[in-house]
């Protein structure tokens, strides 16, 4: 591919300006798509960007932008001077050739029992509201105001469906506005039917463990990970098989080798919880290879994938999988105030009906009047500008975080900025025990979590989490020079 005529000759396509995609996404998805299809072979060079936007006789910042992407989630890479190549380490052919039929796990209802749980989850610690817990958001006085606003509209108006029982699946408002979201900002296949509102997260991963076949369900879930993930799946008779996270994201392989036969695999693909890493491109297509292959479920819990402070937001594991695996998870809790209780589930068209059976069973539907506002708040523009201003917000208080970690405890913490989410990870140095700063934090009047109590099997980590996008970036300075005060004074060793 040295000139623009043997580029044409390989692959060649179009700009439709008259789409709703903008230019520079119809460029990525075709690349992404020749990429995928094996047309660009691995360390194929591309064309360069003035030669491409010529070709397709458009700006050189709409090609600048999809390779931009590209780059980002991995499927190609750059030399200095040389140009960009398609990623080299992607498996192939990733593609199921024409025609070939992929394996269908059957969907069945199932019911969890639940036995001891008050002796494992500790049902305080999410609302201590002190910097710096997690999953704690921000409401500007636009948005509040514009909430409150909208809720006195829909309780003025008070429609008839609000006063008896509603659909499970959720408001159909609300369903095509989270449908025309997640197609423009994660790059989501779906359709309306194929969306179920939820309580947030936690519930719609309950509800998969509910309906999930058969009495000996074996899944795999990331090592670290998220503890409420494992305890509920570890509530409804699931065998969890930890597997390991490393710089990568999860290691497929290893947990092909110890769960070959695993039903389903729980994932945070884009910002895997706790570390921070998201999940590499080769990764991603042998993750998915392996569910085709296997008939498994990839449960993909897109958590905060709003904020994302260096480009544009990763693209969803589920926009790839072409053989109906992967159920989608999401929510506005994160997004909006955890007190909304809301949240989504993209389905796989074979278990919509089982997964709505279960939901209807566990409390039969969501609060149609908060739903009607959330559709509101999204249908006339008001969540996209709140997310654009949120982003702005929570990137200007992790970098303060980050300023007063390193100025007041660069030697004890080592910590780097995150490019996506709502908290930082920072790794102790000199043999600090993060449990030890866990507990001196708390007298101090400072909330952190220990990554080590997220380990299973693997070889655990010594590191603070701290949640920076809850709390107003005049606050975190102070707080940092107390949990600073609470390290020196109980975990320095004299």
Known sequence: MKSRQSWAELYSFSVDRTAEAPVFRQIYLELRSAILSGALRPAAKLPSTRDLAAQLG???TAVVSAFEQLL??????GRKGAGTYVASDLPEPFAAPHGRKTRTAPAAAGVASFHGLGDFVDVTTQNDERPFNLGRTLLDARSAELWRKLTARTLRSFERHHLGYGDPRGLLELRKSVCDYLRAARGVRCEVDQIVITAGTQQAVDIVARVMPGPDKEVWIEDPGYTLTRLTLAASGAKVCAIPVDQHGVNVTEGIRRAPKARAVFITASHQFPTGVPLSMARRLELLAWARESGAWIIEDDYASEFRYGGRPLASLQGLDEAGRVIYVGTLNK???????????????????????????????????????????????????????MREVYRRQRDTMVAALRRRL???????PPDQGMHLVAYTRRGLSDVKIERAARDHGVTVRAMSRHYIEAPAQSALMLGFSGYPQQTIAPAVARLARAIATDCVPD
């Open 58 to 60: 458009v700006s050189r």
């Open 72 to 77: 980002a989630e991995g499927y190609a890479f």
């Open 335 to 389: 997004a909006l105030f955890p007190g909304l209780r809301l949240g989504y589930a993209v389905l796989p068209h074979p278990l919509v009906r089982n997964f709505v059976a279960a939901r209807y069973l566990i409390d039969r539907q969501p609060s149609s009047l908060c739903q009607s506002v959330a559709a509101a708040f999204m249908e006339e523009g008001h969540f996209a500008a709140h997310i654009r201003r």
């Open 410 to 416: 660069g030697d004890h913490l080592s910590v780097e």
